[in-house]
């Protein structure tokens, strides 16, 4: 797998040329990270693609369904091979969540993921 790399704005690279791409483990990390910050039925192309994160962010959100789908976005992404370890930790206060994971991707390196999930409309 080979991505082009984005900047902290999540911004593609240019001006280094194929050193603006990432290969391996670090191609997945971003694309990790990319799933997670997808709005579902936000790019024209692929409505079905992300997760709908405004649905969870509710006053009594059905955690459950945010796992399973979590989880399915990350299980697309070409290399992940499991998750290892997976929390959401939910301040109902705020109805903001903060998702932890650790995955193993194919080639055996495990890696670490961490998503704030906020209501900034």
Same mark, same amino acid.
């Given at each position: 797998?080979?991505? &082009?790399?984005? !900047?902290?704005?999540?911004? $593609?690279?240019?001006?280094?040329? +194929?050193?603006?791409? +990432?290969?391996?483990? %670090?191609?997945?990390?971003?694309?990790?990270? =990319?799933? +997670?910050?997808?709005?579902?039925? !936000?790019?024209?192309?692929? &409505?079905?693609?992300?997760i709908? $994160?405004? @649905?969870?962010?509710?006053?009594?959100?059905?955690?459950?369904?945010?796992?399973?789908?979590? &989880? =399915?976005?990350?299980?697309?992404? %070409?290399?992940?091979?499991?998750?290892?370890?997976? @929390?959401?930790?939910? !301040? =109902?206060?705020? &109805?903001?969540?903060?998702?932890?994971i650790?995955?193993?991707?194919?080639?055996?390196?495990?890696?670490?993921?961490?998503?704030?999930?906020? %209501?900034?409309?």
């Amino acid at each position: 797998m080979k991505v &082009r790399e984005l !900047d902290k704005n999540h911004d $593609w690279t240019f001006g280094h040329g +194929l050193g603006n791409y +990432l290969q391996s483990s %670090d191609a997945i990390v971003q694309c990790v990270k =990319t799933k +997670l910050l997808a709005l579902k039925r !936000d790019w024209f192309l692929n &409505r079905n693609d992300g997760i709908a $994160w405004f @649905d969870f962010l509710t006053k009594n959100p059905n955690t459950k369904q945010l796992e399973v789908d979590v &989880r =399915t976005e990350i299980f697309k992404v %070409d290399g992940v091979i499991s998750i290892d370890e997976f @929390d959401i930790l939910l !301040d =109902t206060q705020t &109805r903001e969540f903060l998702i932890q994971i650790t995955y193993t991707d194919k080639f055996n390196k495990t890696n670490e993921a961490s998503f704030n999930v906020t %209501d900034n409309r």
